[in-house]
């Protein structure tokens, strides 16, 4: 046991081939995963253009991606055969493309025991909450995603829009998810207070918090965790979403990540927690993203493990296991 832990840390710690050979014996933890976050983008660009002006990474950056690593289904399939993973959910990558969900819409469709897609709206469009509602219905999308920016006054003002509030209604009225990523990539207590009046405005709405909506490993006794994320307890269709960058934030020790994971399940319950490797975004091999989410739950039971690396997940984006 003491020389597995040995080869699981010198991974995720960026050991050399011999360390990463060993640490893929690890033993599997006998259920088939599921990966709530996976950025699909293709190097089609005639058929699939990039629309990535406002990268956040550069538009350089994101060509040479979708050019030479683009997250195509026989490869993002290859991975998740690999290393146990069952299905998935396609979250539309502004990065790559903005609001334009076709790659990932084509995807979906031809692959729709596999891939359960997260689209991108505008608010602003015109009929955008009827859209989301007939892309539901007609090509199975689980819900949108919305990021958006603290404003100057510390605020976050786009969560409130009459085009963005008309979603959430729509959200509420079919219980889709509404997933969101706020920037800047730090904790803020006024986000999560925003977040607990717009659960309870539409509570059958799902919403989803990215990147655990930036908790970060910290010290006891709360593990970044702290008392504006455990105010939202209370409220059950808020749900937390842990990625390869918070254990990245980390550095994949062990024990930090262990840490963060408990805490949140002891706070949301593991009903409430879920993993998403963030492939596509998180340029890291596969293996070593599914090592640090093994690493990072190996301290819940096996129910609360099954729920936040499979059930969660399924549950709220609506996914049947076969």
């Not at 995720?12 to 050979?21: D, K, M």
């Not at 990021?147 to 219980?175: F, N, V």
């Not at 008392?227 to 842990?242: G, I, Q």
């Amino acid at each position: 046991m003491k020389l597995l832990r040995a080869t699981i840390a010198a991974l995720l710690c960026g050991a050399g081939s011999l360390g990463a050979q060993a640490a893929q014996q690890a033993p599997a933890p006998g259920f088939a995963l599921f990966d709530t976050q996976v950025h699909f983008y293709s190097n089609d660009f005639a058929r699939f253009p990039l629309h990535d002006e406002h990268a956040y990474m550069g538009q350089a950056v994101m060509n040479r991606r979708a050019a030479e690593h683009p997250t195509l289904p026989r490869r993002v399939f290859a991975d998740w055969k690999a290393e146990g993973v069952q299905a998935g959910v396609g979250i539309q990558y502004g990065a790559a493309y903005g609001g334009d969900n076709r790659f990932l819409l084509s995807v979906a469709s031809r692959f729709p025991a596999r891939v359960k897609p997260l689209v991108i709206l505008n608010p602003q469009a015109p009929g955008a909450a009827a859209t989301l509602v007939k892309l539901a219905r007609e090509q199975g999308v689980a819900g949108f995603r919305k990021l958006g920016h603290r404003a100057p006054d510390g605020g976050y003002p786009w969560l409130r829009t009459p085009g963005m509030l008309a979603l959430w209604k729509a959200a509420d009225e079919h219980g889709l998810v509404v997933e969101l990523m706020p920037y800047p990539r730090e904790p803020d207590p006024r986000f999560l207070r925003d977040i607990g009046e717009l659960a309870a405005r539409y509570p059958h709405a799902k919403i989803v918090l990215d990147h655990l909506a930036w908790a970060m490993a910290g010290p006891a006794p709360d593990f970044g965790i702290g008392a504006s994320f455990e105010a939202l307890a209370p409220a059950r269709n808020v749900y937390w979403k842990f990625t390869t960058e918070n254990l990245e934030h980390a550095d994949f020790r062990p024990r930090a990540m262990q840490h963060l994971v408990q805490r949140a399940v002891q706070v949301f319950g593991a009903d409430h927690v879920m993993w998403g490797s963030d492939m596509g975004n998180t340029m890291l091999p596969y293996h070593r993203m599914v090592q640090a989410a093994l690493v990072a739950t190996q301290g819940l039971d096996a129910a609360q493990r099954r729920a936040v690396l499979s059930t969660t997940g399924e549950s709220v984006y609506g996914v049947a296991r076969p």
